[in-house]
């Protein structure tokens, strides 16, 4: 399977999860609804601006779309909602909360994994 | 995932003022939610959202530790936003197996077994009914008819909307259809004559935020875990403006 195949597998399944029409993930990323289903058969390729913004709404890393079947393995992500009850300006925000939220976790890890190297340091 | 279920609503009653307990509030008293929510670290962001949307929660499970998120649509009136965080709080800390969802709050719908709990959980956590009995003077009780003036007191001091504490006055029998029809009626207008802000009734200052994102980052930028870079990155992911921050120079007097 190609890179743009396992992206755009991943996109379908993450859009289905949401219970998100093609035509609504296309209102979304501001492109035509037939391109999103180029991306989701791979027959054509997702600009990496497109990648992030997917990523965010998804609530993922950007490179958890390159990996194959992403959705099956991301247990977080299982967002009950129905995106169809909610305009783009939401979905754009819900987007941004999500990569607080990934942020936040991140600079947790970070400052964990810091504190420890100290210590580790301080002690040597 | 196990079953969701419908909780009876004295269930939910004893929960909410459990759980009231468990944050050193006594059933009587009101609770400042923002500050709450900073006290128990969760991350809450303030945001103009649709009509369809009031609330969302995340929780996360990570290396032994829980990690809670709450966006709330800051284009409601801050009496509903209210109603929405104690929403919210029943997902993050009282359902089980929770790890997130988009709330329209309020509907009380049967049908949505957590929802429905949510909301039932969020009336007697924001105002438990000893709170409200012990606000309402006895003469007023005695006579049962509860005046605008004390209607006003009690929203306020517990920054609710009219229609939830409306709500809750005839839930306990203390009003009438009649008199609820008649006190839901030119509320802004009432609140001022009585010299009441009408800051509950309107919608809140829109990209506000509570929580210790901004300092976990500034630590992160100190000691020198993050790049000068990486650190406007991550503020601006907030919604801060960065043209508003100056990591070189102190503040001007």
């Not at chain 2, 809750?168 to 030119?186: A, C, G, V, Y």
């Not at chain 2, 800051?199 to 994102?213: F, M, N, P, R």
């Not at chain 2, 901004?214 to 100190?222: E, G, I, R, T």
Request: proline share 3%.
């Amino acid at each position: 399977m190609t890179e743009d195949h396992i992206i755009g597998n991943n996109i379908r399944q993450f859009r289905e999860r949401l219970e998100m029409s093609q035509q609504e993930l296309a209102g979304f990323l501001g492109v035509t609804t037939p391109l999103i289903s180029y991306y989701e058969t791979g027959s054509r390729s997702v600009p990496t601006d497109k990648i992030d913004k997917l990523a965010s709404l998804f609530g993922v890393d950007a490179y958890d779309l390159f990996e194959e079947n992403a959705a099956h393995h991301t247990a977080n992500t299982a967002f009950a909602f129905r995106a169809s009850e909610l305009v783009n300006s939401d979905l754009e925000q819900i987007a941004q909360f999500r990569k607080v939220v990934k942020n936040y976790i991140n600079m947790k890890t970070l400052l964990q994994r810091g504190q420890t190297e100290e210590r580790e340091g301080s002690g040597s | 995932m196990a079953k969701q279920k419908k909780e009876k609503v004295q269930v939910l009653e004893q929960k909410a003022i459990l759980q009231r307990q468990k944050w050193n509030y006594h059933s009587t008293e009101p609770i400042q939610l923002k500050k709450l929510l900073f006290e128990i670290g969760v991350v809450a962001l303030f945001r103009p959202m649709s009509l369809q949307f009031s609330g969302m929660a995340i929780r996360i499970r990570k290396g032994g530790e829980t990690f809670r998120f709450m966006m709330i649509n800051s284009d409601m009136p801050v009496g509903r936003q209210n109603f929405t965080i104690c929403h919210e709080l029943y997902h993050l800390y009282v359902q089980e197996n929770f790890e997130t969802r988009i709330c329209k709050v309020g509907s009380f719908d049967k049908k949505d077994p957590e929802e429905y709990n949510a909301d039932t959980f969020a009336v007697h956590f924001l105002l438990p009914a000893e709170a409200l009995l012990t606000r309402i003077p006895a003469q007023e009780l005695d006579n049962r008819s509860i005046s605008l003036s004390t209607i006003l007191r009690i929203e306020h001091l517990f920054e609710c909307s009219r229609e939830f504490l409306l709500i809750r006055l005839k839930e306990l029998n203390l009003i009438t259809d009649q008199e609820r029809e008649q006190f839901q009626k030119s509320v802004k207008s009432t609140a001022q004559r009585y010299g009441f802000p009408p800051y509950l009734y309107t919608k809140s200052a829109a990209e506000s935020v509570v929580g210790d994102y901004a300092s976990l980052a500034n630590d992160l930028f100190d000691s020198e875990l993050v790049s000068e870079n990486h650190y406007y990155s991550l503020m601006e992911d907030l919604g801060f403006d960065l043209s508003e921050i100056d990591l070189q120079e102190d503040e001007a007097e």
